[in-house]
């Protein structure tokens, strides 16, 4: 028997022509498909999908959702316990000048900055000991969104995507809404050794037109049915390749994938050209609507979110700006009332939403940074960061509403009681997904990886 020679075909070419350059989108942004992830679910799910409200740069806790008045006392000094290392030198400790009122039927204290969202604390469970490894942005960011400070590592919803598939042949699993770029920016949605087909799809939302959210999504060369003989003509290829590669053993378990996860991005982002515009045109929202959840780029994202969550994306990321805008490190005060009324109607529009479309009981809505801010004064009138201890919330999917949950000291600087690390978290969320965090592994470079590391513990007190 002897071997014959295989053909060349320039792909590359063929792929760049699909959708419009839309193909090469595809495989850049590599956007997830409707493939089932390798477990299923380890047991009922509470949480069909979730939508994270990322504060990136850091919101500080004792303005919004951790009052501590014994800091009026104490204004100006440095008693014990309130002398932690932080990044850069701080220092007397800095009263918050915003009031709390017990809100809801629960009466959790809520800062005067929310208004609009208090009135929705009995759907919220705050969670106000979260602790991180590192104070500096970079490896924040990165533990909060992949769950280590290692930038080599699948972020959650690679995880999520990995453990559960997509709901939707025809969108992305996984989408990231920002407009702009936060820090270290695409690693933050990444899939790393995770197969390509689960990372996210990066969205810049800076304009809501889903002609300029989505550029060269469509194909103005040829129409449907010639890209649909395209496509299968490509799989066909992929098959006679990968079988004939098996027969002689000259390809890995990894290059199979990453040429199984190209195809699939292009199934995708064929599929997109004819649903995509249609999941991103706010336009198609009624004047109420839009008006209830008010302007700005929050505000869209909020909305987008909606939008992609009942057309079955499993993981929607919404950062709120460019950059670090939560990161105030002087001029606190003046700037933090601004932040928070751009996000105080939405995120209210949101749950209320989600709640009358009888979505936010398997919506989990996820709030927060990667860290929160010290109760000690920087440049006079800013906050350092502060990765000891502070506060996000979490809505909907099998949480318990109009609750706290933990404890940080007399001024807000270490978590104290009940301590809720990073890995805590995504262990907890993904419980309610349906998925054990000590389960949900991938095997690479010799060993078995997850999300949580060889930590991490589900908070069963906060789930109903």
């Given amino acids: 028997m002897r071997n014959e020679p295989t053909p060349t075909i320039d792909r590359r070419h063929l792929l760049g022509q699909l959708g419009g350059g839309m193909g090469m989108l595809g495989a850049a942004h590599l956007l997830a498909s409707e493939s089932t992830g390798n477990t299923g679910l380890h047991f009922p799910a509470k949480a069909k999908r979730v939508i994270h409200l990322f504060m990136n740069g850091g919101p500080y806790q004792g303005d919004l959702f951790d009052p501590k008045p014994v800091l009026k006392k104490y204004a100006g000094t440095r008693p014990a316990g309130a002398d932690l290392l932080t990044e850069r030198p701080t220092g007397g400790l800095l009263p918050s000048p915003f009031q709390f009122h017990r809100r809801g039927e629960s009466g959790v204290p809520v800062s005067e900055l929310l208004p609009k969202l208090s009135r929705h604390i009995d759907e919220i469970c705050v969670l106000r000991s979260l602790h991180a490894n590192n104070p500096n942005h970079g490896p924040a960011l990165l533990q909060m969104n992949n769950g280590t400070i290692t930038p080599t590592r699948p972020s959650m919803g690679a995880w999520f995507l990995y453990g559960l598939g997509s709901e939707n042949a025809n969108l992305p699993g996984y989408v990231v809404l920002c407009p702009g770029r936060p820090v270290r920016f695409s690693i933050l949605w990444n899939s790393a050794f995770l197969p390509s087909e689960y990372q996210g799809t990066y969205i810049n939302h800076s304009t809501i037109d889903p002609e300029k959210m989505l ?52 199934e995708t982002a064929f599929r997109m050209q004819f649903e995509g ?27 987008l979110a909606r ?29 933090v009332p601004k932040l928070c009324k751009n996000i105080d109607q939405p995120i209210a529009a949101l749950i209320a939403d989600l709640k009358s479309r009888g979505m936010l009981e398997d919506t989990l ?6 860290f929160g801010r010290t109760p000690t004064s920087e440049n006079g009138n800013g906050r350092d960061h502060n990765h000891h201890g502070f506060s996000m919330w979490m809505a909907g999917g099998g949480v318990k509403g109009g609750m706290t949950y933990g404890e940080t000291d007399d001024f807000g600087f270490r978590a104290m009681v009940d301590k809720m690390h990073v890995h805590d978290l995504h262990a907890t969320i993904l419980h309610l997904l349906g998925l054990d965090h000590e389960r ?8 078995d990886f997850r999300l949580t590391d060889v930590h991490g513990r589900v908070v069963h007190d906060i789930i109903a």
């Avoid at 515009?277 to 909305?303: I, M, P, V, W």
């Avoid at 949900?440 to 060993?447: I, P, V």
């Fill in 215 to 266: 550029p060269h999504l469509r194909n103005g060369r040829w129409d449907r049915q010639t890209q649909r003989e395209q496509l299968d003509l490509l799989q066909q290829l992929s098959a006679e390749q990968t079988a004939a590669q098996s027969a002689v053993q000259s390809s890995t378990q990894r290059d199979r994938s990453m040429l199984d996860a190209r195809m699939e991005s292009m």
């Fill in 277 to 303: 515009s249609e999941a991103f045109d706010l336009n198609r929202e009624t004047k109420q609507t839009r008006a209830a959840y008010g302007d700005g780029h929050f505000a869209n994202g909020c909305l």
């Fill in 307 to 335: 939008r992609l969550a009942e057309r079955g994306v499993r993981f929607v990321q919404v950062y709120y700006g460019n950059g670090q805008p939560w990161d105030t490190h002087s001029g606190h005060d003046g700037t």
């Fill in 365 to 370: 809505i996820v709030w927060g940074g990667e």
């Fill in 440 to 447: 949900l592994t991938y095997r690479h470079a010799g060993r």
